[in-house]
């Protein structure tokens, strides 16, 4: 009776999905269908084992494209062994190996080094005692030391040991930010004395102030490492833009638009910058908290995005180079001579 029905009822193959994830196709029994999404059995996992370890992506995963992300997943369904599950320490690894392919292919671009603060380079998950190494001077952009370090001097196991320790102490950090979200529920309030609920209140507040602005901090490092090489290229081409009579008023005004919030955008992260800088050694009661950005993570991806279109749309809407200097100089109504040495010699 079953096979009948199951004849009956059944499209002769299963519904096929694609994992929102590695973007392969399953049979729909082998995953589970959240909302919209659609991840097979193992990116499922291996996305939760990495929200439990890491709080979500790496730092360094952030800007991955999502072909770049489907790699990283379709890598991990290859390294599963036969009959086993993935284990953390295995995708820890390809995590690892990824990162540092992709940053190995930035860096060709990148042979000049930014000039960045030193948080900046920390949160890019550089040592302080290798940044403190590296050429550096005074800004007053940043009001604060800058260094410049340059990615294609690191060897492949430079680069490999360097993201090892970023995933360490992400993972350390995720697994303080778990420990402190425990604490702060577990605080006995009713039992304590006025006072002392008082003093603990403070301090709480106090702590909660200065994960807030870690969070800030990361935040504008990010954008100050994604955004100071495309702002730059903005304010340089700033003349040509407003000087070029044929660019379209169109493309002016969504350049116009791009720069001015590029500039506030840095503005507010320099200042984050700053402001964290100078709470550093300090008591946690005598941090100043740092002022809300005017922009959210996934700006950091997008805007920048956004910028390659539009500047692209400038270059292309850039005059063309003058042409050739001898075509112009021929009158007219007199037909352009092919050889003037030639002119020359026939005409006494
Ligand atoms: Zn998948």
Request: glycine content about 6%; overall charge positive; proline content about 5%.
């Amino acid at each position: 009776m079953a096979s009948v029905d199951s004849q009956v009822t059944q499209p002769e193959t299963p519904e096929q999905m694609k994992c929102w994830l590695c973007a392969q196709s399953f049979d729909a029994g082998q995953g589970r269908l959240h909302g919209k999404k659609f991840p097979c059995g193992l990116c499922s996992n291996a996305h939760r084992t990495m929200r439990r370890n890491l709080g979500g992506y790496p730092e360094e995963m952030q800007n991955f494209t999502p072909e770049e992300i489907s790699d990283f997943f379709r890598t991990l369904h290859s390294k599963k062994p036969a009959g086993g599950g993935l284990n953390w320490q295995t995708m820890k690894a390809v995590m690892c190996t990824n990162i540092a392919t992709r940053q190995i292919e930035q860096a060709k671009d990148k042979v000049k080094g930014e000039w960045l603060p030193a948080s900046v380079w920390e949160t890019r998950g550089w040592t302080k005692e290798t940044i403190e190494r590296q050429d550096n001077r005074w800004s007053n952009e940043y009001n604060a030391q800058v260094y410049r370090i340059r990615i294609t001097s690191e060897t492949w196991a430079q680069i490999h040991e360097r993201i090892t320790e970023s995933l360490l102490r992400q993972e350390r950090d995720a697994t303080k930010k778990r420990g402190k979200e425990a604490e702060d529920l577990d605080v006995p309030m009713a039992s304590v004395p006025k006072d002392d609920k008082d003093k603990k209140g403070q301090v709480a507040a106090a702590k909660k102030q200065e994960r807030e602005n870690e969070k800030i901090h990361a935040l504008a490092a990010r954008a100050v490492g994604a955004w100071t090489k495309i702002l730059g290229q903005c304010e340089k081409m700033a003349d040509k833009v407003h000087s070029a009579g044929a660019m379209p008023a169109e493309t002016k005004q969504t350049y116009d638009e791009l720069t001015a919030k590029l500039q506030k955008n840095m503005t507010a992260a320099r200042q984050a910058i700053n402001s964290f800088e100078q709470n550093k050694g300090k008591p946690v009661e005598d941090m100043a908290a740092l002022a809300e950005l005017p922009f959210q993570s996934a700006d950091v991806k997008t805007v920048t995005q956004q910028s390659g279109v539009i500047l692209k749309e400038v270059r292309k809407a850039f005059p063309k180079a003058a042409p050739k200097r001898k075509a112009q100089e021929v009158p007219a109504n007199q037909e352009a001579q092919p050889k003037r040495r030639r002119t020359g010699k026939s005409n006494p």
